[in-house]
């Protein structure tokens, strides 16, 4: 069976790890895991995956080894791993954020396959959103493979690396905008006398259908709100307050904020 090697199991290598899990698609003891952190031996007792007993091990066991630590350490982990990445049987998957295809092959070598992915957290419930950039030797089944692990848990963008700052701010930060607009609407529902446990369910079950209707339709959003908005009725009222007091403007100066700080680092 293949094995995937975690190198770095914080918290987005334990969201991919935990929806590979709930597929069903990996089996726990084909997923290794090591960390400079001794938290990655919990990790491992509470999901059934194999703590490995260092990095090399993880390298040198796996067929698709992720990458999987914090930018700053990522130079002198590759540098320890890069005797043990063999380009005839490992495919490098890195999750670092600002760490280019180009950097990654002085690191660990040009012969080798290597895929740049960019995940959201989503991916722990098998719903994320993942950029990926493959170099020029990731190619047929062993791209396909790689791919795939992602799209197992979520769907997948090919996107060329310039773009993955804005990829970042779209799926990447995004979450926490939208569960800072649910929780404004919950609170609204608060004001008008639902409980905020009533209020937050109806809001985000309401978000999650209308994200599902945007992906199912035909229809860019606009057309969809147009569909929802009735003539003199109370949602283009809502819509009209919300435009007034700067939505779309208040969106849109978030998602540059946060491009411009990806940018900076």
């Known amino acids: 069976m293949m094995k995937i090697g975690f190198i770095g199991v914080g918290g987005m290598a334990q969201a991919i790890i935990k929806g590979l899990l709930k597929t069903g698609n990996v089996a726990a003891q084909d997923i290794l895991v090591h960390s400079a952190h001794n938290t990655y031996q919990t990790f491992a007792e509470e999901t059934g995956v194999q703590a490995a007993t260092s990095n090399q091990a993880v390298a040198q066991a796996s067929d698709l080894l992720v ?12 540098q320890e791993v890069r005797d043990e990445l063999d380009p005839k049987r490992v495919t490098l998957i890195s999750i670092v954020a600002g760490l280019s295809l180009k950097r990654l092959e002085e690191l660990a070598g040009y012969e080798l396959p290597i895929l740049r992915t960019l995940p959201n957290l989503n991916v722990a419930i098998g719903a ?66 639902l409980t905020k446990a009533q209020a937050t369910k109806i809001a985000a079950q309401a978000v999650m259908g209308s994200a599902q209707m945007v992906l199912a339709s035909d229809e860019n959003p606009f057309g969809l709100v147009d569909q929802v908005s009735s003539p003199g009725g109370s949602t283009v009222a809502g819509l009209l307050a919300m435009e007034e007091a700067g939505f779309m403007t208040a969106v849109v100066k978030g998602i540059d904020a946060t491009i411009e700080k990806n940018n900076a680092e």
Not at 67 to 78: C, D, E, G, H, R
């Open 128 to 193: 994320g959103m993942t950029a990926v950039h493959a170099n020029d030797q990731l190619t047929g089944t062993a791209y396909d493979t790689a791919v795939q692990l992602f799209n197992s848990i979520g769907s997948i963008v090919t996107l060329p690396e310039a773009d993955f700052a804005t990829f970042s701010a779209l799926a990447g930060s995004s979450p926490a905008y939208v569960y800072f607009f649910i929780d404004s609407l919950s609170r609204a529902g608060v004001k008008y006398g």
């Open 67 to 78: 990458l999987a630590v914090t930018p700053n350490v990522a130079t002198n982990v590759l």
